[in-house]
C-alpha cells in the first residue's frame, strides 16, 4: 500500500511539474470542514475550497492531499489529489 501512494505521490509531483510556480502539494489530517463557508482545516491551517470540490464526501480525521494555489488570498485548494 505505501509502495502504490509512493508512485502515485510522485507520479502526481511529475505531472504538475510545470505547475510548481503557482500550486504546491500539501496535505495532511482534516481537522475541520465548513460546507457553508466553503473552507477546509488541515492539521489546523484553515484554507479556502474552490467551488467545484464537493466537501459532503470529506470526513474529520481523514487525510489527504491537495493542490493549493500559494498566491491566492485566501490560500486556496484547488482540487483533491489523493485521500490517502
Aim: glycine share 6%.
Amino acid at each position: 500500500m505505501n509502495t502504490k501512494f509512493l508512485t502515485v505521490t510522485v507520479a502526481a509531483l511529475v505531472a504538475a511539474a510545470p505547475m510548481a510556480f503557482a500550486n504546491g502539494v500539501t496535505g495532511g489530517k482534516i481537522t475541520s470542514i465548513d460546507p457553508a463557508a466553503h473552507t477546509l482545516a488541515l492539521d489546523g491551517a484553515v484554507y479556502s475550497v474552490a467551488s467545484p470540490i464537493d466537501l459532503q464526501n470529506l470526513t474529520k480525521g481523514e487525510q489527504i492531499s491537495v493542490y493549493v494555489n500559494d498566491h491566492a488570498a485566501p490560500r486556496t485548494i484547488e482540487r483533491i489529489v489523493e485521500n490517502q
